[in-house]
């Protein structure tokens, strides 16, 4: 588990230029304005936060000027700080995951797309299949299209190789349509990851991806 999440109103302009640009957010629909902290580091009043702010949240004092160094791939990292961090934006939410190990985090606003469409373009033959049937009624077709693209963004963000590098990927949660959400584990590339995934928040897929 990342020792630290948050949700809420994020000051996204004291984030690092290369995270300002975020993944692939499905749309921007209108929502909720409230914060809605939650995950293992309990419930937490957070409305709006930058980087800074949750770290002093963490240190129980200002942190020193916050520098940033940059992967391969440009995945951005703090350089004096001995943790991983990760943020995702959609809707009127953003996610912020520390950790002490590599992570990547998505948060994805269900926002009444054509996701089979979508799906027929960006996901595996095996995805687009069980998104067909998962059932008529539209909300659960959503709610698995949604899960699966926070499922690859936050995969995408891991690596530092963004979207494209899972989209041929198969993330079909448990090798079923009906998974539930919390922890779960699976492997890509010979590599094991550790999932965890949150629908706490009405509307909203949430998904984190460490390596195990």
Not at 1 to 16: K, L
Not at 47 to 72: F, M, Q
Not at 106 to 130: M, P, S, W, Y
Not at 164 to 181: C, K, R
């Amino acid at each position: 588990m990342p020792e630290h999440m948050w949700t809420g109103e994020a000051d996204i302009e004291a984030a690092p230029e290369h995270m300002r640009k975020g993944g692939a957010d499905i749309g921007n629909a209108p929502g909720s304005r409230r914060g809605a902290p939650f995950g293992a580091a309990g419930r937490v009043d957070l409305k709006r936060y930058s980087v800074k702010k949750l770290l002093e949240s963490l240190y129980g004092k200002p942190p020193a000027p916050i520098a940033y160094v940059y992967g391969k791939e440009g995945k951005p990292y703090f350089r004096d700080l001995p943790f991983y961090f990760n943020l995702s934006h959609s809707g009127d939410y953003v996610l912020c995951a520390v950790s002490s190990a590599e992570i990547g985090t998505d948060i994805q606003q269900h926002c009444g797309k054509n996701v089979e469409r979508l799906a027929r373009r960006f996901f595996t033959e095996r995805e687009a299949a069980a998104l067909e049937q998962a059932g008529e009624e539209r909300e659960t077709r959503e709610r698995l299209f949604y899960r699966l693209w926070a499922r690859k963004e936050a995969y995408g963000k891991l690596t530092g190789k963004g979207i494209a590098a899972a989209l041929e990927v198969d993330f079909l949660p448990g090798g079923t349509v009906s998974s539930p959400y919390g922890c779960s584990s699976g492997e890509v590339g010979g590599k094991r990851l550790l999932w965890e995934e949150y629908d706490s928040i009405a509307g909203y897929s949430i998904a984190l991806c460490r390596y195990g």
